[in-house]
């Protein structure tokens, strides 16, 4: 594994830390992964279906997702998944997305004060 030296001058101190793996994958934050999978299941979508669905702005998340190329554009300006997103979740289309739960499923869940929590 490649090194690269960093120097703290604060302290005057050398030290050798492990050079980011190009080949590794970046994390995606918690938005991005929401919008991600906004766009999964509601595709084609406006970014503004996106903010809806969220509550808030998620300009950042699909700038980060547009990036990586896990979403794209289709020619109506709409977002939609990509070749990479299918290779990254390992599915082969989107049918192989898990179903979501209804929301009945979610009204008969026990509210998270009831839990104890």
Same mark, same amino acid.
């Given at each position: 594994? /490649?090194?690269?030296? /960093?120097?703290?001058? =604060?302290?005057?101190?050398?030290?050798?830390?492990?050079?980011? !793996?190009?080949?590794?994958?970046? &994390?995606?934050?918690? /938005?991005?992964?929401?919008?991600?999978?906004?766009?999964?299941?509601?595709?084609? %979508?406006?970014?503004?279906? %996106?903010? +809806? %669905?969220?509550?808030?702005a998620s !300009?950042?998340? %699909?700038?980060? $997702?547009?990036?990586?190329?896990l979403i794209? +554009?289709? &020619?109506?300006?709409?977002?939609?998944?990509?070749? =990479?997103?299918?290779?990254? /979740? *390992?599915?082969?289309?989107?049918? !192989?997305?898990?179903? $979501?739960?209804?929301? !009945?499923?979610? *009204?008969e869940m &026990?509210?998270?004060?009831? $839990?104890?929590?």
């Amino acid at each position: 594994m /490649a090194t690269s030296c /960093a120097w703290s001058r =604060a302290r005057g101190l050398r030290f050798r830390r492990a050079a980011p !793996d190009p080949s590794a994958p970046l &994390p995606l934050s918690g /938005a991005a992964l929401e919008c991600l999978a906004i766009v999964a299941y509601r595709q084609p %979508i406006a970014r503004s279906g %996106i903010d +809806h %669905i969220r509550g808030s702005a998620s !300009d950042s998340a %699909i700038a980060t $997702l547009l990036e990586r190329g896990l979403i794209a +554009h289709n &020619p109506h300006h709409l977002l939609v998944t990509t070749r =990479a997103f299918l290779e990254l /979740a *390992a599915m082969r289309d989107l049918a !192989d997305l898990p179903p $979501l739960a209804s929301l !009945d499923e979610y *009204a008969e869940m &026990p509210a998270v004060s009831s $839990l104890g929590v």
